[in-house]
């Protein structure tokens, strides 16, 4: 396989171990928390927020920091503010914007949520392991960088 044909193989490994973590993290969040991933995503978006300083975030904001489209966000938005987790307001600024807080009780559902994204994500690594069915997507997975990734070997027979 030439290199751009690795390199999608790669990406197609990468995109399904990303999926299955996605699953098993939003049947964990659902079942203790009532909450989907990208719910427990916008949220975690709007902490990051808060520890960066800003205190709360832009509907705009919220929107590319998610991947959510704008029509998505608002839906998102909409469920996230009906069961408490976050405050709503137009921007004293601009009226146009709507500025979006956090809750104490959404803070209590990240401390809680977290713990629950770290276990579905040590499950599939650990699968991985077991299955032994990519040595180098679980290296990287695992952040290590002990020493440079093999290159392939050249299986041709040697020039006599």
Known sequence: MGDDATLITQWNRLSRVHRRIETRAERRLHQHLGL???EFY???TLWEG???GTGLLYL???ANGTGLSQS????LVTRLRDRGLITTHASPHDRRSVEI???ALAHDVLRLGSPLLQQAVEEVVR???ADKSDEDLLRYLKGATDGPTPQPVDRQA???
Do not use: C, K, M, Y
């Open 127 to 129: 699968q991985l392991g």
């Open 72 to 75: 998505a966000t608002s839906r």
């Open 101 to 103: 807080e956090l809750t």
């Open 36 to 38: 989907g991933v990208s």
């Open 60 to 62: 705009n904001d919220l």
């Open 42 to 44: 916008a949220l975690r």
């Open 50 to 52: 808060v520890r960066a």
């Open 158 to 160: 040697p020039a006599h």
